[in-house]
């Protein structure tokens, strides 16, 4: 009798090992189920985030190309429809609007722009120089472009301003400052320029004519000497501005000049 009974419990024993088994290889299963679930959903959280930055991007190019193909039209239409009679200056041939705004030769990066007083444009590019640009009667343009063989400190102009004499200033990425009299250019740096190589900005002051240069390690200020005979280049002067004059960095990115009282 004790043996049947033993027997039983190993019996018993034996069929319980099997469902043991498969609720342990249900748990698993559903864990990995769940864990390929989450898996598959995140894969599809990024897809779906790629996609939208995608058309994101897109939208953006989109939107730059419409307002490009706008302003384009718009300014043809204004030049096409300028009244001879109205108080602006003589209309612009749409021929010479369309040569300024399709020109090519000026470089693939342009930083700057002045005009003389001789009304000539001067585009100052990124590695390719500085580029003057004379507009002609019949509209078309004739350009000249001045690189270091020319007398440039270095081929990055990325400030440009034109002074009372009539000179083009130009400002260097890492040699202060070159100056255009007409025939030649003169480099100012460091050492009896403005004070830093870097120049970010430069502007003519309107009251009397002295340029000021925004530079890397302050602001600079160059005058003429001034005489009875008007304006002489015999005796430069430069003063300089840094924060122990008081400006609160010396780095200076922008000039204005107020209303003179």
Known sequence: ???????RKHLARFHNLPRKRLTIHKTVKTRVTGCLKDFQMEQNKQHSNRASL???ILLGMLSVLLGWWFWTHRSESHVATAKPNSKATAPVPAARVIRWRLLEG???FLTSLTRDHAGNIWVGTEDEGV?????QTNGEAQVTQFTTKDGLGDNNAYAMTCDRLG??????LNHGVSVFNGETWRNYDVTDG???ERVFCMATCPTDSDVWIGTSAGLARYSPSKNILGYSLAKERWRYYTRADGLPSDQISAIAFDKPR
Not at 131 to 135: E, G, I, L, N
């Open 194 to 196: 403005p004070l830093g």
């Open 131 to 135: 580029f003057r640009c004379t507009v």
């Open 54 to 56: 995608v058309l994101l």
């Open 106 to 108: 000026c470089g693939r």
């Open 167 to 172: 000179r083009v200033w130009v400002g260097h």
């Open 1 to 7: 009798m004790s043996d049947w009974r033993g027997y």
